[in-house]
């Protein structure tokens, strides 16, 4: 269990306000009267009584007009402890640092607490050290209780036990001192050290006697005895009288503890709740709701009928956070919808409150999950405008450089990471790791060996210098650069017992993978080796990753899809869901087996319906689902293409002309003649346009026997689809070849046969591709025509100019030549 002062921020320690109020009446009775006016007394009298806000803004203003650098002084060193205790340490450390408080006494122990307050515990254990060591200070004293908390800070207990040690007999600190031994003992689990101590001490204040209580809670805790800790916990959240905030909200979290050591969670959350309710304002609100979602985390089916009701309710912060922790709770449900909405409503709140920082953190790792790096990252410096604690806000920066990297922008990361590796944050040697992958990335050498230097400086381990060296290779390796393989090979053998071993052998059968001609077998020797090195997980995954693709090299469909099923099954939350699923649904596709490639293409479109391959998946979702011969294939593929058309992106219209060709299969041409109008209308790509040209001048044709008009209209379409084609190939064949049949349609065999002709003319220009499919339809209709009329050697030299194309009906054309040569002797022509 987290210790008392652990659970507060503003006066964080107690013995912080003690010693500066001693501090400012000594200083007040150490100069003379006409240093200590009546007007500096009175305006620091506020202080005294526990309201420094009212003496700091008296003060202020006095120091503003002093005259003289005597009166000056005089006023600064009353405003300074009233800095202090108003916890605006950054203006009192400005204020000490002016060189005419110089030789004035005291101002060691006044920077020592200034520095505890920004956190700064070496720098502050230094300064109490100084005042130590002076053996005329009148605060020694004190500062021993405050080297002794710094060490503590530091995690230094043994050395922060010795300290307290030596003022367990002082008349003012000795029961201070007691109790802050009493909670280290329990901090390191040493309950019998605790107890001893405890029994030993009588406390005489209020205070200091429900402390002593509050600890003795914390041994029964300790003793695994929780149903006697509750007792004393319960006693002082409901009757607080004479203990301050600070020792509630621990007694408050004892009582979570304690529950949650029983397992009785749900009665534990309802104190929480109901100080909450109570509270709505309160400081620590973040922490309290912290605990509370600890507890609802071991709930079984956590109850959210407060946090629903906080949400409704206008109190904030008391909103924003509920509004927070609910979110979490419909994570852990599997909701993530309904958590982006939460998120979004407590954003929209515009609340300014630096705990609520790691909210917007985690919203923007939610974001960020599903794609949307941009808005991840601006959430990220809404957070950090939020002013959070330096410890969160060495989290946000972190995580905006490591979302700046994936989003390709290497320079702002690296500028994010080394800031971070400037600091002094439990995160700074990450920050050095991933800011010389950062370099790599930029291709700055230098700077990648001077940050690995760093970090062996830094008494970086073996095992992270590895790390390195194959992060290098591994970003060679994705840039494509020449080195790659030297680099992992010399990883192979300078780091022979690495762990990471095996992912180096996988980056290596990548690059023979990818070479130029594909080095198969070797990339398959590489995966053995892999295997045999104890692959880590991500070995294993990105192993049999590429062995998919070395069965779809071999063609080996069958391959493709045993392995791409095992891996879906192996790896369900591979960032490669997505690529094994169009893969294994292309190669269904492929086999014709459309009822399975139609599942796979709908789960990948659903697995991210706002990711960028969603549309792309359900429209071959689609396309499959109209292949399959089941009874409502059809009507299920017009949903699914209905659903890319909601979506409006690139494949909006290509899923409207699949939709028409659906109506013309479903026997409603008129339908279909609609949704192509819209397409024409629309602000479709041109290939979108020409395919629902065609379709339009297809029905137009399908009804010319019931009207004769219809042809014409057909044609008009095909000769716009000619037009705006604009070049031989596959729409502008297939335009006139269409056009012809319609001519004949029309009993017009004489402009049909100009229009097939004119496929075979702009066939034989060398200066654009062959199109084979409607040239040969064109050509052979073409002949036909000429053979109906009798004109035999026409016919004949059509049918040459077939055989002569080189395509996949040269053969037939050259068997109907010869054919035609014989039965009308045509041999000596």
């Known amino acids: 269990m987290n210790n008392l002062v652990s659970y507060r921020r503003r006066g964080e320690y107690a013995w912080l306000v003690i010693a500066m109020m001693f501090c400012f009446f000594f200083v007040s009775a150490g100069h003379s009267t006409e240093e200590n006016s009546s007007d500096i007394i009175e305006a620091a009298r506020p202080l005294g009584e526990g309201v420094p806000e009212v003496a700091a803004g008296r003060l202020r203003e006095l120091l503003k007009n002093a005259q003289g650098e005597e009166r000056w002084r005089a006023v600064a060193i009353h405003l300074i402890p009233a800095l202090i205790a108003e916890d605006q340490p950054n203006d009192a450390l400005a204020l000490l640092n002016d060189p005419r408080l110089k030789n004035v006494a005291l101002t060691r122990f006044w920077r020592g607490q200034i520095l505890t307050e920004l956190g700064r515990w070496n720098e502050a254990l230094a300064a109490f050290r100084e005042v130590q060591a002076d053996l ?34 002082d008349k003012q600190w000795g029961i201070r001192a007691g109790l802050r031994s009493a909670e ?32 003795r809670a914390r041994v029964e805790l300790a003793r695994n005895r929780p149903t006697r800790a509750i007792g004393t916990f319960e006693s002082l959240v409901k009757k607080p009288d004479g203990a301050s905030h600070a020792l509630v909200l621990a007694a408050l979290f004892g009582l979570a503890d304690a529950h949650l050591e029983l397992k009785t969670p749900e009665t534990g959350d309802d104190f929480l709740e109901d100080f909450i309710d109570r ?21 079984r089916k956590p109850a959210r009928v407060e946090l629903e009701k906080w949400t409704r309710e206008p109190e904030q912060p008391r909103r924003a956070f509920a509004q927070w922790y609910r979110a979490r709770i419909e994570l852990r449900a599997g909701h993530p919808d309904r958590a982006l909405q939460l998120f979004s409503d407590l954003r929209a709140s515009g609340i300014k409150n630096s705990t609520l920082a790691a909210a917007y953190l985690e919203f923007a790792d939610l974001i960020a999950s599903q794609g949307h790096l941009a808005e991840a990252i601006s959430l990220l410096d809404e957070a950090r405008a939020l002013q959070p604690s330096s410890a969160i806000r060495d989290r946000i920066d972190l995580r905006a450089g490591e979302l700046e990297y994936e989003n390709n922008r290497f320079d702002v990361a690296t500028a994010r990471f080394e800031e971070v590796a400037r600091s002094s944050s439990a995160l700074a040697e990450t920050a050095r790791f ?90 398959r020797k590489d995966l053995q080796r892999a295997v045999e090195a104890k692959p880590t997980p991500v070995a294993t995954e990105q192993a049999d990753y590429l062995s998919i693709w070395l069965e779809d090299a071999a063609g080996n469909d ?36 459309f009822a399975n490639a139609e599942t796979q293409f709908e ?77 024409l209308k629309s602000d479709a790509r041109a290939s979108d346009k020409r395919e629902a040209l065609c379709g339009k001048g297809d029905i137009y044709f399908e009804l010319g026997p019931e009207d004769p008009v219809n042809f014409d209209r057909a044609i008009q379409s095909y000769d716009q689809l000619a037009a705006e084609s604009n070049q031989p190939g596959h729409w502008y064949n297939q335009a006139l070849f269409k056009k012809g049949v319609c001519l004949e349609k029309k009993a017009d065999p004489e402009g049909a ?19 084979f499919f409607w040239y040969y339809k064109a050509g052979f209709n073409a002949a036909r025509l000429l053979e109906d009329a009798a004109k035999w050697d026409s016919a004949a030299t059509v049918y040459e100019k077939l055989a002569a194309s080189g395509g996949t009906r040269s053969e037939e054309a050259q068997a109907r030549l010869s054919r035609l040569r014989l039965e009308h002797f045509l041999w000596g022509n």
């Open 753 to 771: 046969l100009t229009i097939f002709y004119k496929v075979l003319e702009e066939q034989s220009r060398p200066d654009r591709p062959p199109e």
């Open 279 to 299: 509270h709505p304002k309160d400081e620590n609100l973040g922490q309290i709701f912290a605990k509370l979602d600890q507890l609802y985390r071991a709930e």
């Open 136 to 169: 005329a200070s009148p605060v020694r004293t004190e500062a021993t209780f405050g080297a002794a908390e710094m060490l503590r800070a530091l995690g230094q207990t043994d050395a922060a036990l010795r300290e307290l040690a030596t003022l367990l007999r």
């Open 603 to 679: 789960n990948l479109g659903g697995q991210n319906p706002s990711g960028p391959i969603a549309e792309k998946a359900l429209y071959f979702a689609g396309e499959s689902a109209m292949s399959t011969m089941g009874p409502h294939s059809l009507d299920r593929a017009l949903e699914l293409f209905d659903r890319v058309v909601q979506m409006k992106g690139e494949w909006r219209w290509s899923a409207r002309n699949e939709q028409a060709v659906i109506e013309r299969r479903l026997g409603k041409p008129r339908d279909a003649l609609l949704l192509y109008d819209e397409v």
């Open 558 to 593: 069958a391959g493709v899809i045993d392995r791409a099923n095992r891996f879906l099954a192996q790896h369900p939350e591979s960032r490669f869901i997505g690529d094994i699923r169009m893969k294994l649904a292309e190669t269904y596709y492929r086999r014709q087996d």
């Open 434 to 523: 991933n800011a010389s992958l950062g370099w790599l990335q930029l291709g700055d050498q230098k700077r990648f060996l001077n940050n690995y230097q760093e970090l062996e400086k830094s008494g970086g381990d073996r095992e992270s210098a590895a790390d390195l060296r194959l992060s290098q290779g591994l970003v060679e390796a994705a840039k494509g650069e020449t080195a790659a393989s030297e680099s992992l090979q010399k990883f192979i053998r300078d780091f022979p017992q690495s762990p990471r071993l095996s992912e180096a052998w996988v980056a290596l059968a990548e690059l023979a993978f990818h070479a130029a001609p594909p080095r198969l077998e070797d990339a």
């Open 184 to 215: 280290l003992f329990l901090d390191r689990s040493d309950w019998t050290a605790a107890d001893r101590l405890l029994n030993e001490m009588n406390p005489t204040s209020p205070s200091d006697r429900k402390e002593r209580r509050f600890l």
